[in-house]
């Protein structure tokens, strides 16, 4: 079925794929992974069944399981193809019910004999549900068969650089995610009190990615949220947040983080509180993590090397005598994925990426003194022309961080 009627299509999307393609010498791009669909496609998959193939020609075809094609409202697919991937009449895999499906599509393409990209290596990919069907290595053979003749070649690098730089559409429906969450993170920490669990304090900021968005019609919005408070909040340091049962209490350092989304796009957000008025041991390592923000954001514009904005945050954090307790890179690439340190561009004090214009990541300067707590301060921004855009301009200074007794 065509797509449909009044579809937006994001024009800029679709020719950078196209010159992406020519410049590697492929003729079309196949992903299953639900955030490489969203590159290429538009739509977010639900549980990992759905396929998207684009084209040198700025053609791009989604496949998409039945239950899901109701969700496939706006995009950039010239055509849907649906399928069933369970059947009652026989048990077969994913794999066996795609690839009639993935033939037609291919004949529809004209791809016989093209040199098709695909997803080769390791990911980082987003939950879009609880459990998702990952095709992972299956792909080449389920390509294979379904279009006999064809040369497939490993299109990590290329769909990296597609991912890295988004569109003006991309960076608003990132933006439009950044402002629920902000709301969510100001409603919900409105409400942490002394003698809340962490997963209590958690959960208030992560019910409202969901309930908020909806008051502006934005579908499909949901998130994660993680609350460590105290000693606990040392912890953040690792590669994952975990709420625990600690209960706050007053003079306690409460770093809640986040990762949310609407429509597959992503955000990286944290926020650290204090319960009641910071003491002077506080007010200093503020000071210390602020005084670093403001210097990388300072460095934030096009042709930048991404080590340099690491190292004028760790640079300050050194002459604070913090240096040992910034413990991870400055940032890295957020908006198709969530988590990943090495989505682009890296943050990091060995990387020597320049920055371009469209550009998203996470900015999270932090320190981390064990047995006492934490301060990271995480915000998203994008590169702008010139400069950098504050996509999470709330509560943006020590003194709106602090929690009433």
């Not at 679709?14 to 590159?39: H, I, K, M, N, Y």
């Not at 055509?79 to 994913?94: G, N």
């Not at 003006?168 to 002394?194: D, L």
């Not at 008025?277 to 930048?304: F, H, M, N, S």
Request: hydrophobic share 40%.
């Amino acid at each position: 079925m065509p797509a449909k009627q009044g579809a937006m299509r994001d024009s800029e999307r679709l020719q950078r794929v196209a010159d992406g393609l020519s410049e590697d010498g492929l003729d079309a791009l196949v992903c299953t992974l639900p955030s490489r669909v969203l590159l290429l496609s538009g739509y977010f998959p639900v549980v990992g069944t759905s396929l998207a193939i684009a084209t040198r020609e700025r053609r791009v075809l989604l496949i998409v399981p039945e239950d899901e094609l109701e969700l496939v409202s706006e995009g950039d697919a010239d055509e849907i193809l649906c399928y069933k991937p369970e059947r009652l009449e026989r048990i077969q895999t994913v794999v066996q019910s795609a690839i009639p499906v993935l033939r037609e599509a291919a004949q529809k393409l004209k791809l016989a004999k093209a040199r098709i990209g695909f997803e080769f290596g390791p990911a980082s990919e987003p939950s879009s549900y609880s459990a998702m069907n990952l095709f992972a290595g299956a792909t080449r053979g389920m390509v294979s068969e379904a279009i006999p003749g064809v040369t497939l070649e490993p299109a990590d690098g290329l769909l990296a650089r597609l991912s890295s730089i988004k569109t003006p559409h991309e960076v608003e429906r990132i933006r439009a995610a950044c402002q629920v969450a902000g709301a969510a993170f100001e409603k919900g920490s409105q409400q942490f009190r002394p003698g809340m669990s962490e997963f209590e304090a958690a959960s208030l900021v992560r019910n409202g990615f969901s309930a908020l968005s909806s008051q502006d019609g934005n579908a499909r919005a949901d998130g994660f949220a993680w609350c460590m408070s105290g000693p606990n909040s040392a912890k953040a340091a690792g590669a994952y947040a975990r709420s625990r049962h600690r209960r706050l209490a007053p003079g306690d350092l409460v770093l809640t983080h986040a990762n949310s989304t609407i429509g597959g796009y992503w955000t990286d957000i944290t926020r650290t509180y204090t319960v009641g008025a910071p003491d002077e041991k506080q007010r200093q390592l503020y000071a210390a993590v602020w005084e670093a923000r403001r210097a990388a954001l300072e460095l934030i514009a096009p042709g930048t090397r991404t080590c340099e904005i690491d190292w004028a945050a760790r640079e300050v954090l050194a002459q604070h005598g913090l240096a040992k307790d910034f413990k991870h890179s400055a940032g890295h690439g957020v908006g198709f994925s969530a988590i990943s340190a090495n989505a682009l561009p890296r943050i990091h004090p060995a990387s020597e990426e320049a920055l371009e214009m469209g550009m998203v990541f996470n900015l999270e300067p932090a320190v981390y003194l064990d047995g006492y707590g934490g301060i990271r301060h995480c915000d998203m921004v994008a590169v702008g022309v010139k400069n950098v855009e504050l996509l999470t301009p709330f509560q943006c200074d020590p003194e709106g961080l602090v929690l009433q007794n």
